[in-house]
């Protein structure tokens, strides 16, 4: 069993900075490929980047490649999501995922995180 808990949201204007924090429990962090998604008002829960187990391979949605960084500190249980260049398009509630698979998208999470609110204004 994992628990995430994010951390970082807020409200900030375009062109601001964030850092999404998610801590994990359990002993077996290290072993799961993590993801970030995000869930805008009215529209389906999407994919916004993922890192695999040992931090060696990074993935991004094309909206965000350039901008978001996601990492991971397995010695601490927790994975980031450094977020530049924030657009009121990015505007969601971002949610922590975890899986086993070598892989992750919406019907591979294991678990998820309660979420977190970005909200970026214009």
């Known amino acids: 069993q994992v628990q995430l808990v994010e951390s970082g949201g807020g409200l900030v204007q375009a062109g601001d900075s964030l850092r999404l924090s998610c801590a994990a429990s359990g002993r077996t962090f290290s072993s799961y490929t993590m993801g970030w998604f995000r869930q805008a008002p009215g529209k389906e829960r999407a994919f916004v980047a993922a890192?695999?187990?040992?931090?060696?391979?990074?993935y991004y949605a094309d909206s965000v490649k350039g901008r978001f960084t996601i990492s991971r500190d397995n010695a601490k249980n927790t994975v980031y999501l450094q977020m530049n260049s924030l657009r009121p398009e990015d505007t969601a509630v971002y949610y922590c995922?975890?899986?086993?698979?070598?892989?992750?998208?919406?019907?591979?999470?294991?678990?998820w995180g309660q979420g977190t609110q970005v909200t970026v204004s214009s």
């Open positions: 995922a975890a899986t086993g698979a070598r892989n992750i998208d919406r019907t591979s999470v294991d678990y």
């Open positions: 890192i695999s187990w040992r931090g060696t391979s990074t």
